[in-house]
């Protein structure tokens, strides 16, 4: 089983500069993969009346900088996440690259106003697709990061894009694949959460139908392996898939689905789906199973969403393990917006260390037929936010002090002395 930390926001950025030196203590601790996060919305940046007419103009807009008319203005949002993977790179881990639950405004139609409910995180942008095509913008979208971080490619030094661009010599380089500095990603997450944040959850006109969102959920995974499967079918290699990045908390309601159901109707939907990629793994979030432990049966709540796969016949024609991309001890949190905290955090520390040393050890021992092939940590650092979980605590400014704020040391180390992980086999097309 593969150790690895999910990183995301400015504090938990997978470089050595600055206060918080999170590439140095990934490769002391062992994390074997570095899971990566964007955000669709933040590169495409364009207001709700201006959706892309076609995919050659997607990927210009995704490749520049508004307002995307200038060839030399590149987008800030990618170089830097290109700069972190190649970071990853460099220091030999396995890079996942993990998309937000957001979608950019003009990609849906706001139905609130006729009863349509959003996610249980309240999230505007949390509206899935209305269309979901293998021919979509959204397909584009995740067939322009396959191309961006797709393995063999040459350095592009203006990312990818589909005809030349005025005053651009590609010489010695395919413009359709690669970035500025040459980084790759072994997996793409493309989904992030949906049965919790992504809305509606249900038709309200018609329950139980395609319009429910194991079934959306579903026909976003075949576009998504059509559109990596394009990629790696025009030989750099690309990422593999991750899917559905399933949310283990919700319980039901109009707001979420739990986390079984939403893996029996997601696989009901899939039917006898043979994925075109060669590797499709099944992505799956821990919070619970680690902060609450074992139910009174002795098993895990994975073990109901495990028992799901295998009665819908997950892996039968090819699909891989568990893989827990996400996940760590999740504190309880009182106050409100600018004033957050974690009450009694000594105490709750301890608690955080202990539950992560047992869940740990027992994903490490679960045998059967779908292995767990990583166990992800989610943030060094908390933010000043709502939702905490990372190893470190909080981050809270001391003037004067190296680093300029109090870390908590103890879940730190033990994340790095006392849980081993394995790099695992690298992973080819």
């Known amino acids: 089983m593969r150790k690895g930390l999910s990183l995301k926001g400015d504090v938990n950025r997978y470089h050595d500069s600055g206060a918080f030196d999170n590439r140095s203590y990934a490769r002391r601790s062992g994390s074997w993969v570095i899971s990566l996060w964007v955000e669709w919305p933040l590169v495409d940046a364009a ?11 997607a990927w210009d807009r995704w490749s ?7 060839p030399d203005l590149l987008n800030p949002f990618l170089l830097d996440l290109d700069d972190q993977v190649r970071n990853a790179n460099l220091d030999g881990r396995t890079v996942i690259i993990t998309c937000y639950q957001s979608f950019p405004p003009w990609s849906f139609t706001d139905r609130r106003a006729q009863g349509e409910l959003m996610g249980g995180s309240q999230e505007e ?4 697709p209305d269309n979901r095509s293998s021919n979509s913008p959204w397909a584009w979208w995740i067939m322009y990061l396959c191309a961006r971080y797709a393995a063999g490619s040459a350095i592009n030094p ?6 030349v661009w005025p005053g651009e010599n590609p010489a010695g380089y395919n413009i359709v694949f690669g970035n500025p500095v040459g980084a790759y990603a072994h997996f793409i997450q493309p989904m992030n959460e949906p049965n919790f944040h992504w809305w509606p959850q249900r038709s309200l006109s018609a329950p ?3 319009n429910d969102i194991g079934c959306i959920v579903a026909q976003m995974a075949q576009s998504a392996d059509t559109a990596a499967a394009w990629v790696n079918g025009s030989r750099p290699f690309s990422p593999f898939l991750l899917i559905p990045g399933t949310a283990d908390n919700p319980a039901g309601g109009a707001a979420g689905t739990p986390p079984a159901e939403f893996t029996r109707a997601v696989v009901h939907a899939l039917g006898n789906w043979n994925p075109e990629m060669n590797y499709t793994g099944w992505a799956h979030h821990h919070y619970n199973d680690v902060k609450k432990g074992r139910l009174s049966d002795g098993s895990y709540r994975l073990d109901r969403v495990v028992d799901e796969l295998a009665g819908g016949g997950w892996g039968d024609d090819g699909q891989g393990g568990i893989w827990l991309t996400e996940g760590g001890y999740h504190f309880p949190i009182v106050g409100g917006p600018g004033n957050w905290s974690v009450p009694n955090p000594e105490g709750e520390s301890l608690v955080q260390q202990v539950r992560m040393k047992i869940h740990y050890r027992d994903m490490r ?3 059967g037929r779908y292995p767990i092939e990583l166990w992800a940590q989610y943030l060094i650092h908390d933010g000043e936010q709502e939702f905490q979980s990372s190893l470190r605590g909080e981050i809270e400014p001391r003037p004067g002090m190296t680093p300029p704020y109090r870390p908590n040391p103890n879940p730190y180390r033990v994340w790095a002395d006392w849980l081993d992980g394995s790099p695992g086999s690298p992973f080819e097309s």
Request: hydrophobic share 25%.
């Open 158 to 163: 203006k990312g990818p894009h589909l005809a």
């Open 47 to 57: 207001p709700r009346t201006s959706p892309p007419t076609s995919i050659g103009q």
């Open 208 to 210: 139980g139908s395609a």
């Open 125 to 128: 942008l949390g509206h899935y």
């Open 365 to 367: 021992l679960m045998g």
């Open 64 to 70: 520049r900088r508004p307002p995307w008319t200038s």
